[in-house]
């Protein structure tokens, strides 16, 4: 079944069933498949087609799930625009894009108000959420249609793009990675290895603009599975919400699970009700899923998961970063050459699949890096133990290589953590003229540690790392640096280091 096919189906099997819940607003299946269907024949009539870029510039709400549908039902491309990003940075991606119409949201409107309009045509912007000054921006519900008389949209292809996903970008220029219907529909069916049914009540506040939030979005429509929906990651007001609607599944980074923990300790909420708690998109720090079921009273399980494939590995069954393989998936450890490598030794992950994305996004028909042979090369390197269980070690362009011996920043990270009086900490490579590299440490202390902690910090890595693991400079920061995904932003950490070298 569609992802599309999913709505209408349960649209009409249980028409009057929650599909989500936001704020004091409950959205039964019946009114959200009206409207995406009242903004799918709309869309037509402003001209979009099959293969037409929409650009979606909009905060998690029912607009952006009605317009992801849309897009979806008529065969648009869904091309969700990062909320964060400033004018230069959109600028950039809709030169890619060349969208055919643009949806955003009136707060967030001027960032693209003076983007050329050989980029972005005057009279294809559309707003939600009030009027903006300016002639060229129109009121959203210009967009839908009366479907009464209408003819029958036609069933879009299930090979062709439907949504291009914006990496985070840190290694430089963002890519658009491509999913297809079918591929999104895979994805969706593959939550069930994650125990997601229809008898969970679930809480969604990743960015839906995100992989993340998108994906748990299908999942929870293709499973009908009722859930909460915020606009932005509001730790008092998501366990409010658990303990008021009962809320059985979570999913969040471990940054947002880390401020749930927080808040949980200082104002208990109930939240007996919890069944699946699972975080991926980053290295869970062990502390935090070793603390949290005696907060939560289940456990912190964490998934591996890219943006361009979910759906070949499960959560691991032990703390840290541990997965397992789903039952029949493809997926294999290899060397540089493409070799697999034996038990116990670090390969790169590679998968494949029908959920693998099927390249990135080059320009309207051209895609580049399509997977050769269906295999995706994750880029992660992994070690799977005598048990089947795969164990991150590091991303294949974080691996620091001191002297020839190669350092996992997770492993350092990990260390330093549990080092006293550490909130956050993150390592990074430094270029070094004798070694190749040497390691930079970086921490966030907690706010009443003195500085001259350092010197203690670096005495418990040393008693637990090998002498050339062990951070030759350790510097503090107010906060680590993370991308709008919430992984380390490493580039940020090196920049920080090389001006530190520089004077």
């Known amino acids: 079944?569609?992802?599309?096919?999913?709505?209408?189906?349960?649209?009409?099997?249980?028409?009057?069933?929650?599909?989500?819940?936001?704020?004091?607003?409950?959205?039964?299946?019946?009114?959200?498949?009206?409207?995406?269907?009242?903004?799918?024949?709309?869309?037509?009539?402003?001209?979009?087609?099959?293969?037409?870029?929409?650009?979606?510039?909009?905060?998690?709400?029912?607009?952006?799930?009605?317009?992801?549908?849309?897009?979806?039902?008529?065969?648009?491309?869904?091309?969700?625009?990062?909320?964060?990003?400033?004018?230069?940075?959109?600028?950039?991606?809709?030169?890619?894009?060349?969208?055919?119409?643009?949806?955003?949201?009136?707060?967030?409107?001027?960032?693209?108000?003076?983007?050329?309009?050989?980029?972005?045509?005057?009279?294809?912007?559309?707003?939600?959420?009030?009027?903006?000054?300016?002639?060229?921006?129109?009121?959203?519900?210009?967009?839908?249609?009366?479907v009464v008389g209408e003819p029958v949209l036609a069933a879009p292809?299930?090979?062709?793009?439907?949504?291009?996903?914006?990496?985070?970008?840190?290694?430089?220029?963002?890519?658009?990675?491509?999913?297809?219907?079918?591929?999104?529909?895979?994805?969706?069916?593959?939550?069930?290895?994650?125990?997601?049914?229809?008898?969970?009540?679930?809480?969604?506040?990743?960015?839906?603009?995100h992989s993340s939030g998108l994906f748990n979005l299908l999942a929870y429509v293709r499973f009908g599975v009722p859930f909460i929906l915020f606009e932005r990651f509001e730790p008092d007001a998501i366990l409010d919400a658990i303990e008021r609607h009962g809320c059985t599944w979570?999913?969040?980074?471990?940054?947002?699970?880390?401020?749930?923990?927080?808040?949980?300790?200082?104002?208990?909420?109930?939240?007996?009700?919890?069944?699946?708690?699972?975080?991926?998109?980053?290295?869970?720090?062990?502390?935090?899923?070793?603390?949290?079921?005696?907060?939560?009273?289940?456990?912190?399980?964490?998934?591996?998961?890219?943006?361009?494939?979910?759906?070949?590995?499960?959560?691991?069954l032990e703390s840290g970063p541990v997965s397992r393989i789903v039952k029949h998936a493809p997926v294999a450890l290899v060397d540089d050459d493409d070799i697999p490598v034996p038990r116990g030794e670090v390969g790169e992950m590679v998968v494949r699949g029908p959920h693998v994305a099927i390249g990135y996004w080059a320009g309207p028909g051209l895609i580049e890096d399509a997977p050769k042979d269906g295999w995706f090369h994750t880029g992660d390197l992994m070690r799977q133990d005598e048990k089947d269980n795969l164990w991150f070690v590091s991303r294949k362009k974080d691996l620091i290589v001191r002297g020839g011996s190669k350092i996992s920043p997770a492993e350092v990270e990990q260390v330093l953590r549990a080092g006293p009086a550490v909130q956050d900490a993150a390592v990074v490579g430094v270029p070094d003229v004798r070694l190749g590299q040497r390691v930079a440490g970086f921490v966030q202390l907690t706010n009443d540690a003195p500085s001259a902690i350092l010197n203690e910090i670096l005495a418990f890595a040393a008693a637990r790392l090998a002498d050339y693991k062990v951070p030759e400079s350790l510097a503090i920061v107010d906060k680590i640096p993370r991308n709008n995904v919430g992984k380390i932003d490493r580039r940020a950490l090196a920049c920080i280091a090389h001006k530190s070298l520089e004077i």
Request: aromatic share 8%; net charge negative.
């Open 1 to 146: 079944m569609t992802t599309v096919g999913a709505l209408y189906h349960l649209a009409e099997a249980c028409p009057k069933g929650v599909a989500f819940i936001k704020g004091e607003t409950v959205w039964p299946y019946e009114r959200l498949a009206a409207e995406v269907d009242q903004l799918a024949h709309g869309l037509v009539r402003h001209g979009v087609g099959k293969g037409d870029r929409v650009a979606l510039h909009l905060a998690n709400g029912p607009e952006l799930i009605t317009a992801y549908y849309a897009c979806f039902r008529v065969g648009a491309i869904a091309a969700p625009l990062n909320i964060r990003f400033k004018a230069s940075e959109l600028s950039s991606l809709l030169q890619r894009l060349q969208p055919s119409l643009y949806i955003g949201q009136v707060d967030l409107y001027s960032q693209v108000a003076l983007i050329d309009s050989s980029v972005l045509a005057a009279n294809r912007r559309f707003v939600v959420g009030g009027a903006v000054e300016d002639i060229c921006a129109q009121p959203w519900t210009k967009l839908f249609a009366d």
């Open 157 to 209: 292809d299930l090979d062709a793009p439907a949504v291009l996903i914006a990496t985070s970008g840190t290694t430089g220029r963002p890519k658009f990675v491509i999913h297809t219907a079918l591929t999104l529909s895979n994805i969706a069916n593959s939550f069930e290895n994650w125990d997601l049914d229809g008898e969970q009540i679930a809480i969604l506040a990743l960015p839906m603009v």
């Open 250 to 316: 979570v999913s969040a980074l471990p940054v947002m699970f880390m401020a749930l923990l927080e808040h949980q300790r200082v104002c208990p909420r109930n939240v007996d009700t919890l069944r699946t708690c699972l975080t991926a998109g980053d290295v869970c720090p062990p502390q935090l899923q070793d603390q949290f079921p005696s907060v939560f009273g289940v456990p912190l399980r964490s998934c591996w998961a890219a943006a361009e494939a979910v759906g070949s590995l499960t959560y691991g």
